[in-house]
């Protein structure tokens, strides 16, 4: 192993140990940082010079998707952040490389915000509970799935998690009576969500219904997922068989954004929306009914207000409306 693989690995597990990051931070990192290093052929830090990292970003650049896509801005900047935190690493640990405030990200085109207006936002939270299968009874699962599929919805309008937070949470995690959820998220940081009184009606009425033992407050019923957890509670309640906690798995992220998709498509809204557009939604609905944006950065878990002010958009509207109510009302 060269002294920069071994480097590498040190790094990785710095970010764990020290950094508090999560697996999927790491091998993000780990995947980011080998492509520098197969691309250079480097044997030491000290040749990592700026010469070095200008043609890694024209090579960059060059790398083409299967679609034949380039590698998008964002994704090209992950590279260099991944990159420059190396580097950054070395250098607390007194190893001449070159200096990590050398490395500049690409400048990032403006990101736009999608969000739902207040009819289609309607109709995609009712969707659910007007399809065909809504008045079926639960024993054919049909029910309890529409009952999840709502509270879904729901609980992504009124926290704003990420899906990835969604996915993940734990029934012991929320406290129905607090209307509150704790919700693990980026770089493992834990905040404080609440939940509006639709969301935390269709959540009870969702976990009332459940009668299994799986921990994820979010689970698969169809047919062969709704098979397994019925007979994990059978066999819990007889005591034959003991099944692991690890052993047990809620709805992926995946699984999520698409039943978003299916709901979008059945309530008739022509835009894309995904969970992250509810997350938008969120941010939005607090900003115009009067929110500052701090109270909307902690809400969201955004490290910095930086990220949440992408949501100026709403602001901006209000002023223009400030400025048309109040200014320039002497002239003629």
């Not at 590498?8 to 993000?28: G, P, V, W, Y």
């Not at 299967?66 to 900047?77: A, D, G, I, R, Y």
């Not at 007194?94 to 936002?121: N, W, Y």
């Not at 009668?211 to 994820?216: A, H, S, T, W």
Request: hydrophobic fraction near 35%; proline fraction near 3%.
């Amino acid at each position: 192993m060269s002294k920069l693989e071994t480097l590498l690995t040190d790094f990785l597990d710095h970010l764990i140990i020290e950094k508090n990051r999560s697996e999927r931070t790491r091998r993000n990192y780990a995947f980011y940082l080998k492509r520098f290093f197969e691309f250079a052929h480097l044997a030491s830090p000290e040749q990592i010079t700026a010469d070095v990292v200008r043609k890694y970003r024209l090579h960059l650049h060059g790398i083409r998707m299967p679609q034949n896509e380039e590698l998008k801005s964002s994704t090209q900047n992950y590279h260099l952040i991944a990159l420059r935190s190396f580097l950054k690493y070395l250098s607390k640990r007194d190893i001449k490389t070159l200096a990590p405030e050398k490395i500049e990200l690409g400048k990032m085109p403006e990101r736009q915000v999608s969000f739902l207006e207040q009819g289609d936002l309607e109709r995609l939270l009712s969707a659910p509970m007007k399809t065909e299968n809504a008045s079926k009874k639960s024993a054919s699962g049909h029910d309890l799935v529409q009952l999840r599929d709502k509270a879904i919805l729901e609980l992504l309008f009124s926290t704003g998690t990420r899906v990835s937070e969604l996915a993940s949470i734990k029934r012991d995690e929320i406290n129905l009576k607090r209307d509150e959820l704790s919700i693990e998220g980026k770089g493992r940081k834990w905040r404080v969500v609440f939940l509006s009184n639709q969301a935390k009606y269709w959540l009870k009425m969702y976990l009332d219904k459940r009668v299994d033992v799986n921990p994820y407050l979010f689970v698969p019923h169809d047919r062969a997922g709704e098979a397994r957890v019925y007979k994990t509670a059978r066999e819990e309640m007889t005591g034959v068989k003991k099944k692991k906690q690890t052993d047990f798995k809620g709805l992926t992220p995946r699984s999520i954004e698409r039943l978003v998709l299916r709901y979008t498509k059945a309530a008739g809204i022509t835009k894309k929306v995904s969970p992250h557009t509810l997350r938008h939604s969120f941010a939005t609905d607090l900003l115009r009914n009067g929110a500052d944006i701090r109270s909307v950065q902690a809400l969201l878990g955004h490290s910095s207000i930086t990220t949440t002010q992408i949501y100026t958009h709403v602001t901006d509207q209000a002023l223009r409306a400030v400025h048309q109510s109040f200014h320039g009302k002497g002239r003629k």
